[in-house]
């Protein structure tokens, strides 16, 4: 795996960036249930609107295996969606494929991104909104889902503190809001 991370230093910060991916394999000479390659990759841009109190942050994270024995593949290798850092609205990896039983079996691919408008109303305080969609899948038929809510974040001594209140949208089974609290920088 390799990863970079670049942001402005402070509690506040107006720009920056994260990249990461990572390159997962096993052979079945190695022990492995099926021979498979899985790669995930991330990436995470903030940039500050020219009016110095607004930020826009956006994110997507990618993913997909190759092997001939998916279904013989561990729970831990498969992808899933859902949850502060993913498609906020839906509880930690509660997305992806499930089987005739409803029990959720996990993905062969992830897409998921988000848009997030944020701006400071108060000097310690901003107000977000957000959108977050993608899913885990197998399929390309597999459904879609998305989200969106409101956020506040406290620009405490220790770093951001953000609170979210999110929705899923054009979802029949799933309904409500859900809070998500998460502390450290945007990056």
Request: charged share 20%; glycine share 12%.
């Amino acid at each position: 795996g390799i990863s970079r991370t670049r942001i402005e230093p402070g509690v506040d910060p107006r720009s920056g960036s994260a990249w990461f991916s990572a390159l997962d394999f096993s052979d079945r000479v190695l022990g492995s249930p099926a021979d498979f390659l899985r790669w995930r990759g991330s990436g995470k841009w903030l940039a500050g609107l020219p009016d110095d109190n607004t930020t826009v942050l956006a994110r997507l994270e990618l993913g997909a295996i190759l092997t001939d024995g998916f279904s013989n593949l561990p729970p831990s290798l498969r992808f899933y969606a859902g949850g502060d850092s993913s498609i906020r609205g839906y509880d930690f990896e509660s997305i992806g494929p499930r089987d005739d039983n409803g029990k959720l079996t996990g993905g062969r691919y992830l897409a998921v991104g988000s848009i997030e408008l944020s701006r400071r109303v108060l000097p310690h305080w901003r107000v977000a909104a957000f959108v977050d969609g993608g899913s885990a899948f197998v399929e390309k038929t597999d459904p879609f889902y998305q989200s969106a809510g409101l956020g506040l974040r406290w620009l405490s001594p220790v770093g951001q503190i953000r609170v979210d209140l999110a929705v899923p949208v054009r979802d029949s089974e799933n309904s409500g809001f859900k809070l998500h609290i998460s502390m450290g920088p945007p990056l």
